[in-house]
């Protein structure tokens, strides 16, 4: 098959392209250029109601398919978006800002791992039974909820989204998703694979739209039992505010600021190499990146001296030029905003170590949004630059003396999401890991992904764990069957 990417991208509803009832569209934005390239539909509670129709025709006959049947269609998904690697990544790439080198090699993988994995996931998962003496068993029935709605960010965006949908669907669920308005394209992409791939119509249905008028339609529809978002803890908030009455099932993976406590008796080499990666990759814009380092004061000096040098080499600019590291960040308004908390660094009187401007590179991405990786030391752990997400290219550097002020340091924020540990001391990092309160503890290493544990964070980081069983379990009811005998 051959992706097109039209002007205007319509919905995906009841297995048509359809334009939004209402005609609102929202302009789309290559970061990388700042140039509008197309149109996204705005959708609102309307369309959402064409989709939820669609999906409740669905249900009936998706929710009782066979396990091997939904295997087959979200395993032929799979090979498509492998067979379309190239335009994917090259769609995700315009859309985000981020290095083109970077979509091919673990967005749009991951997005096609996601699909194998569920679809096989589903054919082993079971549900437990529990014997009693005085003759009788229980046993619990997995049975799918009916329409959920799967919501997603822009920073990882097929990634993320397909992380959402695929259990849904696997557990035998129909979808109404929308993906981020500011990151639609390869959403769009995909509806076009699973068209190709012979998903039934109604079974997914991808509804593009801001987060007010789509979001928000699909959070309130009262036939709409569970939501399963990803974004911002503000959203987060105001999403739960509005399900929690409705007693919806809710999946909520928020924001972070992550810590990375750094102890002097670590593999060197390899933390180094790994903090760069954790501090930059795709311009800091990955909730699992850590944005406090904290570091053993008496390797404090040598790591700052180091680490500066090594950040100051990172080239940015094209996110088509595969030979540069670091693409543009992903909006206009998220480029202000990440300039805004460096001037906000400065004015509680932090140092910037390297970075700390825009950058304009020559050519095609003159006027887009690109910022130079910074560093910046001397604040304290309750500065605003401390506490609050800023979700681009900037880190902090914080000093600490012993185990328990590192302890004290990296759980003194509102987040818990995830954090990272480097020791050569084995239990000294599971003391360490006991006592963070986060949801993901990475040691000796980060983003070492195994689709199989739990995702999710504690505090104002999120509710619920997705991935493996855990995310088969949210997209299912338990309903326990005592059989006396
Ligand atoms: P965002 O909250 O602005 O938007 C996320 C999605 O929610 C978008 O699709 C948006 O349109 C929609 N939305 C916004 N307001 C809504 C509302 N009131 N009702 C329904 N939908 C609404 O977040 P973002 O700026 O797209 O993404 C960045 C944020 O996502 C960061 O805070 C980052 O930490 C977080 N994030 C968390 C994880 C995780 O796994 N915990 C992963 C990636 C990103």
Request: aromatic residues 8%.
């Amino acid at each position: 098959m051959q992706l097109a990417i039209p002007q205007q991208l319509r919905n995906f509803i009841d297995g048509q392209f359809s334009n939004p009832i209402e005609g609102k569209y929202i302009d789309n934005v290559n970061p990388a250029t700042g140039k509008v390239y197309g149109q996204i539909p705005n959708s609102t509670a309307k369309d959402i109601e064409c989709a939820v129709e669609a999906a409740k025709k669905a249900f009936p006959a998706w929710s009782v398919s066979t396990n091997e049947y939904r295997f087959t269609i979200l395993n032929r998904i799979a090979e498509l978006i492998d067979e379309n690697l190239e335009a994917l990544a090259l769609a995700e790439s315009n859309d985000n800002g981020k290095p083109l080198w970077l979509s091919k090699s673990v967005d749009i993988p991951r997005a096609s791992s996601n699909f194998r994995f569920f679809a096989t996931g589903i054919m082993h998962f079971a549900a437990e039974s529990h014997s009693m003496e005085d003759k009788a068993i229980n046993y619990t029935l997995r049975q799918p909820i009916g329409i959920v709605g799967c919501i997603s960010p822009w920073n990882l965006p097929l990634y993320l989204f397909t992380w959402k949908i695929v259990p849904a669907l696997a557990a035998g669920n129909c979808v109404i998703a929308k993906p981020s308005e500011v990151t639609p394209v390869s959403a769009y992409l995909l509806s076009e694979i699973c068209k190709e791939a012979g998903l039934p119509n109604g079974v997914l249905n991808i509804v593009h739209g801001d987060g007010p008028n789509c979001g928000e339609a699909i959070v309130k529809h009262p036939m709409i039992k569970a939501i399963s978002f990803t974004g911002s803890t503000r959203a987060g908030e105001r999403i739960a505010a509005i399900a929690a009455p409705m007693f919806k099932k809710l999946s909520l993976e928020l924001g972070g600021k992550n810590p990375n406590i750094i102890f002097a008796d670590c593999d060197w080499d390899k933390m180094m190499k790994t903090t760069i990666r954790s501090s930059f990759s795709n311009q800091g814009q990955i909730c699992l990146c850590g944005s406090r380092i904290l570091i053993e004061s008496s390797v404090y000096e040598k790591f700052k001296k180091e680490f500066v040098e090594r950040v100051k080499k990172l080239s940015v600019g094209d996110p088509l030029n595969e030979s540069l590291r670091q693409g543009a960040v992903v909006s206009k308004v998220h480029f202000d905003k990440v300039m805004h908390c460096i001037e906000t660094a400065k004015q509680e009187g932090g140092t910037i170590l390297c970075g700390g401007h825009a950058v304009h590179p020559e050519g095609r991405c003159a006027e887009g949004y690109f910022i130079e990786p910074t560093v910046i030391e001397g604040l304290g752990p309750s500065c605003k630059t401390n506490q609050e997400e800023i979700f681009g290219p900037v880190v902090t550097l914080q000093s600490f003396n012993t185990t328990e002020e590192a302890l004290s340091l990296a759980n003194a924020t509102a987040y818990g999401l995830a954090c990272t540990i480097w020791t050569q001391d084995i239990s000294k990092a599971n003391i360490v890991a006991g006592k963070m309160e986060s949801g993901i503890v990475w040691v000796n290493c980060w983003l070492h992904r195994d689709l199989r544990t739990p995702f999710g964070g504690v505090k104002n980081s999120g509710v619920g764990r997705e991935g493996g069983w855990d995310a088969l379990r949210f997209f299912t009811e338990a309903k326990n069957v005592c059989i006396e005998f």
